[in-house]
């Protein structure tokens, strides 16, 4: 018997405990992070591509509980550490993480 998970899963590399995000930045930051990794496509869908989706500050916050300004924060340093891509819609934005498949 295979015992799935609903959901799927992600896996992390081990060396995210020495990462900058995870050892010197707010903790929100790295649940704003964690967040965002888990909830991109794993596969193409229809509308978007692997390692992206739409999602919006409020949905972040919801499932973080990090202030719009933390959210805003982590976004510019992850978009400046090419960490991630942003393109702005009209209701929220479409987020690509970068080096999703490594």
Excluded: C, P
């Excluded at 295979?2 to 590399?13: L, S």
């Excluded at 916050?61 to 992850?78: E, H, M, P, V």
């Amino acid at each position: 018997m295979t015992n799935k998970i609903k959901g799927g899963a992600t896996i992390w590399a081990r060396q995210t405990l020495d990462s900058d995000i995870f050892y010197w930045r707010t903790d929100k930051w790295f649940k704003i992070w964690f967040f965002i990794v888990n909830k991109v496509n794993h596969k193409d869908t229809k509308l978007f591509k692997r390692g992206s989706n739409f999602m919006t500050y409020e949905e972040i916050s919801r499932f973080t509980k990090a202030s719009k300004n933390q959210i805003d924060g982590f976004i510019r340093y992850a978009k400046k550490n090419k960490m991630l891509t942003t393109q702005k819609t009209t209701r929220g934005m479409v987020v690509f993480v970068e080096k999703y498949g490594y």
